[in-house]
Protein backbone atom coordinates (compact mmCIF):
# COMPACT_ATOMS: atom_id res chain seq x y z
CA UNK A 1 0.00 0.00 0.00
CA UNK A 2 1.37 3.65 -0.80
CA UNK A 3 0.36 6.95 0.16
CA UNK A 4 0.97 10.02 -1.68
CA UNK A 5 0.65 14.04 -0.19
CA UNK A 6 1.26 16.11 -2.80
CA UNK A 7 2.12 19.51 -1.70
CA UNK A 8 3.46 23.01 -3.01
CA UNK A 9 0.35 24.35 -5.35
CA UNK A 10 -0.39 27.87 -5.18
CA UNK A 11 -0.93 31.43 -7.36
CA UNK A 12 1.66 32.46 -9.93
CA UNK A 13 1.86 34.82 -12.31
CA UNK A 14 2.29 33.89 -16.53
CA UNK A 15 6.73 33.30 -16.39
CA UNK A 16 6.25 32.31 -13.02
CA UNK A 17 7.32 28.72 -11.24
CA UNK A 18 6.59 26.44 -8.50
CA UNK A 19 7.85 22.81 -7.26
CA UNK A 20 5.27 20.61 -6.56
CA UNK A 21 6.34 17.83 -3.93
CA UNK A 22 4.46 14.43 -3.91
CA UNK A 23 5.57 12.76 -0.70
CA UNK A 24 4.94 8.75 -0.39
CA UNK A 25 4.90 6.66 2.01
CA UNK A 26 5.35 2.73 2.21
CA UNK A 27 6.26 0.65 -0.78
CA UNK A 28 9.00 3.26 -2.97
CA UNK A 29 10.23 1.38 -6.28
CA UNK A 30 7.07 2.31 -8.32
CA UNK A 31 7.31 4.53 -11.38
CA UNK A 32 6.01 7.49 -10.64
CA UNK A 33 3.76 10.54 -12.25
CA UNK A 34 2.03 13.91 -12.52
CA UNK A 35 -1.00 14.02 -14.35
CA UNK A 36 -3.35 17.60 -14.47
CA UNK A 37 -7.17 18.38 -14.70
CA UNK A 38 -8.38 21.62 -16.22
CA UNK A 39 -11.64 22.62 -15.03
CA UNK A 40 -14.44 21.38 -17.54
CA UNK A 41 -11.39 18.86 -19.51
CA UNK A 42 -10.36 14.73 -18.43
CA UNK A 43 -7.51 14.23 -16.23
CA UNK A 44 -4.27 14.22 -18.64
CA UNK A 45 -0.52 13.22 -18.53
CA UNK A 46 1.73 15.41 -17.80
CA UNK A 47 5.02 13.68 -16.79
CA UNK A 48 6.21 10.31 -15.57
CA UNK A 49 9.88 9.02 -13.90
CA UNK A 50 10.55 5.02 -14.39
CA UNK A 51 11.75 3.73 -10.68
CA UNK A 52 14.92 1.63 -12.64
CA UNK A 53 16.27 3.41 -15.53
CA UNK A 54 15.55 6.89 -14.53
CA UNK A 55 13.89 8.18 -17.42
CA UNK A 56 11.87 10.88 -17.92
CA UNK A 57 8.35 11.49 -20.10
CA UNK A 58 6.86 14.54 -21.07
CA UNK A 59 3.81 15.63 -22.56
CA UNK A 60 4.05 18.04 -25.43
CA UNK A 61 2.44 20.67 -24.08
CA UNK A 62 5.17 21.06 -21.01
CA UNK A 63 8.12 19.73 -22.62
CA UNK A 64 11.09 21.71 -22.36
CA UNK A 65 9.35 23.85 -19.06
CA UNK A 66 8.42 21.04 -16.70
CA UNK A 67 11.05 18.50 -14.92
CA UNK A 68 10.07 15.45 -13.24
CA UNK A 69 12.68 14.55 -10.34
CA UNK A 70 13.03 12.43 -7.76
CA UNK A 71 14.60 11.90 -4.02
CA UNK A 72 15.44 8.46 -3.06
CA UNK A 73 16.19 9.21 0.12
CA UNK A 74 13.23 11.47 1.27
CA UNK A 75 10.47 8.94 -0.67
CA UNK A 76 9.57 12.14 -2.66
CA UNK A 77 8.98 13.34 -6.54
CA UNK A 78 8.98 16.47 -7.84
CA UNK A 79 7.66 18.50 -10.07
CA UNK A 80 9.77 21.64 -11.19
CA UNK A 81 6.89 24.19 -13.18
CA UNK A 82 9.07 26.99 -14.77
CA UNK A 83 7.33 29.57 -17.85
CA UNK A 84 4.03 29.12 -16.54
CA UNK A 85 1.22 29.96 -18.62
CA UNK A 86 -3.01 30.24 -17.68
CA UNK A 87 -3.12 27.21 -19.72
CA UNK A 88 -1.41 25.20 -17.14
CA UNK A 89 -3.87 26.24 -14.41
CA UNK A 90 -5.16 22.92 -13.14
CA UNK A 91 -5.64 20.47 -10.09
CA UNK A 92 -2.14 18.50 -10.30
CA UNK A 93 -1.89 14.78 -9.36
CA UNK A 94 0.51 12.65 -8.24
CA UNK A 95 0.37 8.59 -9.03
CA UNK A 96 2.19 5.34 -8.44
CA UNK A 97 2.26 2.86 -10.54
CA UNK A 98 4.01 -0.94 -10.54
CA UNK A 99 6.53 -2.44 -13.52
CA UNK A 100 5.37 -2.96 -16.99
CA UNK A 101 2.65 -0.19 -17.22
CA UNK A 102 1.86 2.41 -19.83
CA UNK A 103 2.80 5.46 -17.82
CA UNK A 104 1.42 7.93 -20.02
CA UNK A 105 -1.88 6.39 -19.12
CA UNK A 106 -3.76 6.97 -15.83
CA UNK A 107 -5.86 4.12 -16.19
CA UNK A 108 -2.31 2.29 -15.56
CA UNK A 109 -1.35 3.87 -11.88
CA UNK A 110 -2.21 2.22 -9.02
CA UNK A 111 -2.37 4.89 -6.30
CA UNK A 112 -2.97 8.63 -6.42
CA UNK A 113 -2.68 11.81 -4.51
CA UNK A 114 -5.51 13.88 -3.33
CA UNK A 115 -4.18 16.65 -5.57
CA UNK A 116 -2.77 20.17 -5.21
CA UNK A 117 -4.08 23.37 -6.73
CA UNK A 118 -2.80 25.25 -9.72
CA UNK A 119 -3.49 28.77 -10.48
CA UNK A 120 -1.88 30.67 -13.23
CA UNK A 121 -3.03 34.30 -13.75
CA UNK A 122 -2.46 36.18 -17.31
Known amino acids: QVQLVESGGGLVQTGGSLRLSCAAT??????MGWFRRAPGKEREFVAA????????YYSDSVKGRFTISRDNAKNTVYLQMNSLKPEDTAVYYCAAAGAYRNLYREFDYDYWGQGTQVTVSS
Open 26 to 31: GRSNYN
Open 49 to 56: LKWGSGNT
